[in-house]
């Protein structure tokens, strides 16, 4: 079975800051881990998404995150933040069988400050 | 346009009333997903589909059935609504191994 843990409901950061949003995954397999962005009133979109391959994975808009698995971690990083990257922002988890299926952490508001 | 549709996007309904939510996807992609979104838990699998004529429970199946007769189409009924099933429903589709995700534009929906 796998979980996601994403701490905190709602992060604050300036236009122009460092954007981190955490994401901690519990898997008894080796996982595939995926950051998905939701703009107010849309579907989901996928920014990035890490599968075995290289451990920093790039993602649209900027965004990159580092699949740490000493740490079980899976952190999203952008440099500095644009007000457009305000959205809410959701890590999950999957196995790597075809049947595998995605499981969502809780999310992140992010907003971004003028 | 090619994509993946739901309708309605919004829909107010009474309890006990059936009420069905559609998706439709012109990928032909093998899987397909519905999930509610609610404040503080994050989206949570309903029922997914491998291929047409197969599905299976996902995390919180009850109050809700599927079906799918074509490999496009993938409906979500829910057969005598309550107020907690008042939420935002999402649709989504990947092809079979390991692709991307999609979701669909959601479906808001209020059971009152």
């Known amino acids: 079975a796998q979980s996601v843990t994403q701490l905190g409901s709602h992060v604050s950061v300036s236009e122009g800051a460092l954007v981190l949003l955490r994401c901690n995954y519990s898997s008894s397999v080796p996982p595939y881990l995926f950051w998905y962005v939701q703009y107010p009133n849309q579907g989901l979109q996928l920014l990035l998404k890490y599968t075995s391959a290289a451990t920093l994975v790039k993602g649209i808009n900027g965004f990159e995150a580092e699949f740490k698995k000493s740490e079980t971690s899976f952190h999203l990083t952008k440099p500095s933040a644009h007000m457009s990257d305000a959205a809410e922002y959701f890590c999950?988890?999957?196995?790597?069988?075809?049947?595998?299926?995605?499981?969502f952490g809780k999310g992140i508001t992010l907003s971004v400050r003028p | 346009d090619a994509g993946i549709t739901q309708s309605p996007r919004y829909k107010i309904t009474e309890t006990g009333r059936q009420v069905t939510l559609m998706c439709h996807q012109t990928?032909?992609?093998?899987?397909m997903f519905w999930y509610r979104q609610d404040l503080g838990h994050g989206l949570r699998l309903i029922y997914y589909s491998a291929a047409a004529d197969i599905t299976d429970k996902g995390e919180v199946p009850d109050g809700y059935v599927v079906s799918r007769s074509k490999t496009e189409n993938f409906p979500l009924t829910l057969e005598s609504a309550t107020r907690s099933q008042t939420s935002v429903y999402f649709c989504?589709?990947?092809?079979?191994?390991?692709?991307?995700?999609?979701f669909g534009p959601g479906t808001r929906l209020t059971v009152l």
């Open positions: 989504a589709s990947r092809t079979s191994g390991l692709d991307t995700q999609y």
């Open positions: 990928w032909s992609h093998s899987y």
């Open positions: 999950a988890v999957s196995a790597t069988g075809a049947n595998s299926k995605l499981t």
